[in-house]
């Protein structure tokens, strides 16, 4: 349908053609190559506040924001500080640090299932943490997941649902072992019946259910009335936990992340992405008594040589600091504006007569081309994508990034003013009066 780029290009061009030469895809990290929608991505050289500049000059009005980390925007000056200063007195020490302890005392005063907590460097260090503490908590070897959700490239969570009436999963990725693939179990997302009967069958071998209680990698899916309620009861009948994945969703669709906003309490909680506010972290932590099991206090291994890295934890201190101090009004100011933008992507998609669809939670919304409701990964594998990846190069033409592709969800900041809503819902009208 010949996109016509509008873009200047040449050096992203250039730096993408010397990428791929010394990089798989050319990128450190799958999606950044633009494979869902095509084209060359564009190299980053800075950003502020609510702008990302490439290196050929284009700014774009951010809503990828890193993929979720950046709540406070590119580059914020208190952050900056913090961080600069921390790494003036030494950037790791090897021993215990006192940022540590005020970190961990935040994220427990914010989170309202954590008791103890523990840091680590990303988000896929947490879950693989979390199951391993939850499979010798349990004595149980099996993991239940739901289809569509990722919880990072943990071996047993790179896995899918086979067709068919097989219930136990195969390896979404080679290079994973078969006995492993075979200890996770999957389920349809917001499927509670689907999850029963994963129990009633294998309910004794079941150490845990881990879930993103927002899902936002298929799209922003929301739980449905009853569903996360419905995971507590079920895990608790049959003694196994529930994890709450909120590397995502923790800090970012509510101060305390989706469990507050749902009022659901899994044993244990993983987090990363706001918690760093764009350094590398992650964290576990739940109940006292399933965190003692971790070494040294208990026998489950579990260590980093840069964990509670000090840089690290001035940057998420600081960040979550100034989100304990703005509370609840700024995540309902996000999802207003989160709203607003599905709004006008719905009305915009009626008015052509092109299906579409969409939510905002917080700080985190989805735009599905697909008359919806999406609720599960069938719903979201059935949005079109092409479309999606024309709509994605239309919006960076007007100067707007988002997720390159549709199975992601949107992040919003608390630095996007009226001002960068406007112009998007402008870029919106433009970007579809060309679809
Ligand atoms: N869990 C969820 C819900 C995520 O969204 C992600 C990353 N997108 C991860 C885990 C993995 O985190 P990381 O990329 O930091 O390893």
Redesign the pocket.
């Known amino acids: 349908e010949g996109i016509v780029m509008a873009l200047k290009q040449a050096r992203s061009q250039k730096a993408y053609e010397k990428a791929l030469s010394l990089m798989p895809g050319g990128v450190n990290?799958p999606v950044r190559a633009f494979r869902a929608v095509g084209g060359t991505p564009f190299f980053a050289d800075h950003g502020e506040g609510p702008y990302l500049y490439d290196i050929d000059g284009n700014r774009y009005i951010d809503y990828l924001m890193s993929?979720?980390p950046l709540i406070w925007g590119h580059a914020h000056p208190e952050i900056v500080r913090a961080v600069t200063e921390a790494a003036a007195r030494g950037m790791s020490f090897g021993v215990p640090t006192e940022w540590e302890t005020r970190m961990a005392e935040l994220v427990i005063s914010l989170v309202p299932s954590i008791e103890v907590v523990r840091m680590v460097n990303?988000?896929?260090?947490?879950?693989m943490s979390a199951l391993r503490l939850a499979r010798a908590y349990t004595g149980r070897p099996v993991i239940v997941k739901f289809e569509g959700?990722?919880?990072?490239?943990a071996d047993s969570l790179l896995v899918k649902a086979g067709s068919g009436v097989a219930t136990f999963g195969l390896p979404d990725s080679p290079g994973v072992p078969e006995a492993t693939a075979k200890t996770t179990l999957t389920a349809p997302y917001n499927d509670l019946a689907a999850v029963e009967s994963l129990f009633a069958a294998h309910g004794e071998r079941i150490a845990a259910v881990i879930v993103?209680p927002v899902a936002?990698?298929m799209g922003c899916v929301l739980p449905e009335p009853g569903f996360l309620a419905g995971l507590r009861a079920l895990t608790e009948r049959y003694g196994a936990l529930l994890i709450f994945?909120?590397?995502?969703?923790g800090f970012r669709v509510a101060l305390g992340g989706a469990q507050a906003r749902f009022s659901v309490r899994p044993d244990l909680t993983?987090l990363?992405?706001v918690i760093g506010a764009g350094m590398?972290v992650?964290a576990y932590g739940g109940r006292r008594e399933i965190m003692s099991l971790i070494a040294p206090d208990g026998p489950v291994y579990q260590a980093g040589t840069l964990s509670g890295n000090p840089l690290a934890m001035a940057a998420g201190w600081t960040s979550l600091s100034m989100l304990a101090a703005a509370g609840d009004a700024l995540y309902e100011r996000m999802e207003r504006y989160g709203q607003a933008l599905v709004d006008a992507f719905v009305a915009l998609g009626r008015r052509k007569g092109i299906p579409t669809f969409g939510v905002a939670v917080g700080g985190m919304f989805g735009l599905f081309f697909h008359e919806g409701p999406v609720t599960d990964y069938a719903a979201a594998k059935a949005c079109d994508t092409r479309m999606y990846a024309r709509f994605f190069h239309a919006m960076l033409e007007e100067g707007v990034a988002l997720a390159p592709s549709q199975l992601e969800a949107g992040f919003l900041s608390a630095v996007h003013t009226e001002a960068e809503l406007a112009e998007t819902v402008a870029a919106l009208e433009r970007a579809f009066a060309r679809l």
């Not at 959700?149 to 490239?153: D, E, P, S």
């Open positions: 990290s993929w979720g990303s988000g896929t260090e947490a879950t959700c990722y919880h990072g490239h993103e936002g990698n994945d909120e590397v995502m969703t993983t990363g992405k590398p992650g």
